[in-house]
């Protein structure tokens, strides 16, 4: 089983920046694949970004070129670099460690994504 622990929302103003941490413990042989989602009010939660073993990569359209994401492995963390953020960005964000990474086209999606943080709040004011 793998744990994961979320870190680096809060608030910030239209144009700002943000990292968000995840770190990973436990059975981390077992990972694939690690995403961030995120989750507004009222709506579904979208996949955002997600980074494979091997290192390649996936973004969501609404965020490409203004996020990115990236590992540490010596230290088993996650992050995603937010950078140009806007008011929709609002959401609470996720990080989630799953079996794999499935990509075609624009779309997205972590496979079998077992683990999950509990969340990081992330609000851009206009």
């Known amino acids: 089983q793998v744990q994961l622990v979320e870190s680096g929302g809060g608030l910030v103003q239209a144009g700002g920046s943000l990292r968000l941490s995840c770190a990973a413990s436990?059975?981390?042989?077992?990972?694939?694949?690690m995403g961030w989602y995120r989750q507004a009010p009222g709506k579904d939660r979208e996949l955002v970004a997600a980074?494979?073993?091997?290192?390649?990569?996936y973004y969501a359209d609404a965020v490409k070129g203004r996020f990115t994401i990236s590992r540490d492995n010596a230290k088993n963390t996650l992050y995603l670099q937010m950078n140009s953020l806007k008011p929709e960005d609002t959401a609470m964000y996720y990080c989630a460690a799953a079996a794999g990474l499935f990509k075609r086209g624009s779309y997205g999606a972590l496979i079998d994504p077992k683990s999950w943080g509990q969340g990081t709040q992330v609000t851009v004011s206009s």
């Open positions: 980074i494979r073993s091997g290192g390649s990569t």
């Open positions: 436990g059975s981390i042989f077992s990972i694939n694949a």
